[in-house]
């Protein structure tokens, strides 16, 4: 059952303000465990994909710890460093999808925001991990006009006018 979701779009489009009030919400949530069926506090993690990389590259170890959240939000995927980055967002993936699995409290949510298309998820990670961020995420095509780009102004000056200015 997909209960997570993947928002891709191109920049500007609000996906990273939306996981934050995600997040807001998990945390408000209260989960079963499942061995004695008491309450807790949901668990959950929003970090970009390059700190995500940047703290496996200090250390190994955290890979098990990002992936012992009940809800993992990965923000910008394709934003990290290639290869080493690749490899090491590629495990974390793997590696939650399979927890989820023997976990015990349910369900565990993945939620990612990325610009990067289906086939280029794909061509960076892998078609295995393509295919179990499907399984795992509906996909949600974010389209519409940058919010940034309102913000944008710019003046026309004649070259002429820049060098005089020197």
Known sequence: MKQGKIYIGESGLHKTL????????????VVIRKHD???????????????I??????????VGGICGNHTLIIDDLGKEPKFFGEEK???????FYERRFKSE?????????????IDE??????????DRIIEMCEIVNVT???????????????VKELNEEK
């Open 89 to 95: 967002l590629a495990e974390v993936i793997n590696l």
């Open 144 to 158: 519409g006009e940058s919010t940034r780009q309102k913000y944008l102004k710019y003046t026309t000056v004649d």
């Open 18 to 29: 939306n996981m934050r009030k995600i997040a807001e919400e998990h945390k408000q949530e």
């Open 105 to 117: 409290v349910m369900p565990m949510v993945l939620y990612i925001t990325t610009n990067l298309t």
């Open 53 to 62: 990389v940047d703290k496996i590259k200090r250390d190994e170890k955290t």
């Open 121 to 130: 998820i794909s061509e960076r990670y892998g078609y295995s991990v393509l």
């Open 37 to 51: 069926n008491t309450e807790v506090k949901r668990q959950v993690l929003m970090m970009s994909a390059a700190e």
